[in-house]
Nanobody
Framework: QLQLVESGGGLVQPGGSLRLSCVVSGSILSIDAWGWYRQAPGKERELVATARAGGDTNYADSVTGRFTISRDNAKNTVYLQMNSLKPEDTAVYYC??????????????WGQGTQVTVSS
């Protein structure tokens, strides 16, 4: 069965960097839309960044200029490069991947989450 396996989280000091990875464990035709979301304790899940295969990307204002979302179809992997990390970035980060045919969403997958802690 298809699964998304996340990695790359950890503990980092303010100003540091991390790269999160999200790998599709099974076969998938394509990654057509993808995104990263995060949830801090006691808070709602929030959008961090989204992207589409056509080239469109969207970032939350709080991460614009610091985070970069990307995809490698050959590796069935999506990434979130996080630079200049701040304590308020501390959260569990979740990846989301969609396979789309026309207007139909064929697959809508979520990762298990990976903890990112930014603290001095």
């Amino acid at each position: 069965q298809l699964q998304l396996v996340e990695s790359g989280g950890g503990l980092v000091q303010p100003g540091g960097s991390l790269r999160l990875s999200c790998v599709v464990s099974g076969s998938i035709l394509s990654i057509d839309a993808w995104g990263w979301y995060r949830q801090a304790p006691g808070k709602e899940r929030e959008l961090v960044a989204t992207a589409r295969a056509g080239g469109d990307t969207n970032y939350a204002d709080s991460v614009t200029g610091r985070f970069t979302i990307s995809r490698d179809n050959a590796k069935n992997t999506v990434y979130l490069q996080m630079n200049s990390l701040k304590p308020e970035d501390t959260a569990v980060y979740y990846c989301n991947i969609q396979t789309i045919w026309g207007t139909l969403i064929l697959k809508d997958l979520w990762g298990q989450g990976t903890q990112v802690t930014v603290s001095s």
